[in-house]
């Protein structure tokens, strides 16, 4: 089965600063990748997710690279603010095929916290 | 709005007591999925439910069934409770044919300690 690992566990930034969190994956039959933001005592919502056919999407200060030869891809977040403290976490997925289409494995969360 | 809620929130069981989680949904999806936090181990899949009559193991399935009344509900028991069960438990549901592609819908959570 597949297998996601993610690092930093914890990430520490100053307000306005750049962080980045990375995420390996084992099964190259992966191709949809998405990241969840989970606020302290509240559910994951999704933030922003990519599929195996780009390298990068944007959305406003968030953005996710993937690189499929080397099976990793990373969550970037620019002029960090100190509402987006939270716990993230990568996930991957195929979604056609195979006895694990559409079953999302987690990585292990990294806590980001964004000191003003 | 469609939702996604558990019940209960917060529970506090002895071992050996047998508890269900109730997940409900009013989103029309019809995967749902039942996972456990626990702190540097992320969310781990126990089961999942591709439609009423699918039920498919997760990654940690022992000491764990489920049973799916009904599209839009789906339980999950703990036969006999054991402290190494204490975790936060979400619910989620998808839709891939919607609008919403695969993104995952999160209930609140439901907090559970076995002592």
């Known amino acids: 089965g597949e297998n996601v690992e993610q690092h930093p566990s914890t990430l520490s930034v100053q307000e306005g600063d750049s962080a980045v969190i990375k995420c390996t994956y084992s099964?190259?039959?992966?191709?949809?990748f998405p990241w969840y933001k989970q606020e302290l005592g509240k559910r994951p919502q999704l933030i922003i997710d990519?599929?195996?056919?780009?390298g990068e999407k944007k959305d406003q200060r968030i953005a996710v690279t993937l690189n499929k030869t080397a099976k990793h891809f990373s969550l970037h977040i620019t002029e960090t603010q100190p509402e987006d403290s939270a716990v993230y976490f990568c996930?991957?997925?195929?979604?056609?095929?195979?006895?694990?289409?559409?079953?999302?494995?987690f990585g292990q969360g990294t806590i980001l916290t964004v000191h003003p | 709005d469609a939702d996604v809620t558990q019940t209960p929130r917060n529970r506090i069981t002895k071992t050996g007591k047998r508890i269900m989680l109730e997940c409900s949904q009013t989103?029309?999806?019809?995967?749902m999925y039942w996972y456990r936090q626990d702190p540097g181990l992320g969310l781990r899949l126990i089961y999942y439910?591709?439609?009423?009559?699918?039920?498919n193991k997760g990654e940690i399935s022992d000491g764990y069934s489920v049973s799916r009344q009904a599209q839009a509900k789906f339980s999950l028991s703990l036969e006999s409770a054991i402290p190494n069960q204490t975790a936060l438990y979400f619910c989620?549901?998808?839709?891939?044919?919607?609008?919403?592609?695969?993104?995952?819908?999160f209930g609140p959570g439901t907090r559970l300690t076995v002592l």
């Open positions: 989620a549901t998808s839709d891939p044919g919607g609008t919403s592609l695969d993104e995952q819908f």
């Open positions: 439910s591709f439609d009423v009559k699918d039920i």
């Open positions: 990519i599929r195996s056919n780009v």
């Open positions: 996930a991957a997925t195929p979604t056609a095929g195979g006895t694990s289409y559409g079953k999302l494995t």
């Open positions: 099964d190259s039959a992966s191709n949809y």
């Open positions: 989103k029309g999806h019809d995967r």
